[in-house]
């Protein structure tokens, strides 16, 4: 079956680059997506990847897909307080179905 | 637009009563769905709908019922509350462009259960 996992925690000094990983194991998933939770909302999309893509960058956020290891992983340059959330990487598969990972609480301390 | 709205924010209920969480969408997606947040577990899919009429079982749908009548509303009912039901409950609508399915979420339902 279909299983995302993400390391639960990471702490980062503001202006440092943060990097936050997740692996996957569908490999049939056609995008892969990163959403960002901020504390009592709920989650909003920040970015996507097309399967047969290396890469994506969009703003201060970089998607890398290792297709092979069925890594993904999204990095923050000079991470701010504001980027402090928990998130989220999630793998499409089936009929429109998402699957979440646990999610990785990001810390950012001044 | 009001986008993805959910009610009620909070609820508390006893072991063995029913309710139904509301959920309700102005964007005119096809597609709604229902998740729990348990902490460490990430989001887990209940049931999801994918049109007026259509709704499939998710990953976790014991306990849990949903119909979809209208576009717009897709309440998510607890037959028999149980304590392993306390949890965060958010609903999403999403639609699907060029092969994205970009998922909107509602602020989200905390329900513990005594």
């Known amino acids: 079956g279909e299983d995302v996992e993400q390391s639960l925690f990471l702490s980062v000094r503001e202006g440092d680059s943060s990097v936050i990983n997740c692996t996957y194991t569908?490999?049939?998933?056609?995008?892969l997506y990163w959403y960002k939770q901020e504390p009592g909302a709920g989650l909003q999309l920040l970015t996507y990847?097309?399967?047969?893509?290396d890469m994506k960058q969009d703003q201060r956020l970089t998607v890398l897909l290792n297709k092979k290891d069925k890594h993904l992983s999204l990095r923050i340059a000079d991470t701010q307080t504001g980027d402090s959330a928990i998130y989220f990487c999630?793998?499409?598969?089936?009929?429109?179905?998402?699957?979440f990972g646990t999610g990785t609480r990001l810390l950012v301390s001044p | 637009n009001a986008g993805v709205t959910q009610t009620p924010k909070f609820q508390v209920l006893k072991t063995g009563q029913s309710m139904t969480l509301q959920c309700a969408q102005d964007?005119?997606?096809?597609?709604m769905s229902w998740y729990r947040q348990d902490p460490g577990m990430g989001l887990r899919l209940i049931h999801y709908?994918?049109?007026?009429?259509?709704?499939d079982q998710g990953e976790v749908p014991n306990g849990y019922n949903v119909s979809r009548s209208t576009t717009e509303d897709f309440p998510l009912r607890l037959l028999s509350a149980a304590p392993s039901q306390t949890s965060v409950y958010f609903c999403?609508?999403?639609?699907?462009?060029?092969?994205?399915?970009?998922?909107?979420f509602g602020p989200g339902t905390r329900l513990t259960v005594l």
């Open positions: 999403a609508s999403s639609y699907v462009r060029g092969g994205v399915n970009e998922q909107f």
């Open positions: 569908d490999s049939s998933s056609t995008y």
């Open positions: 990847i097309f399967s047969n893509m």
């Open positions: 999630a793998e499409s598969t089936g009929f429109q179905k998402l699957v």
């Open positions: 964007m005119n997606h096809e597609y």
């Open positions: 709908s994918v049109g007026a009429g259509i709704t």
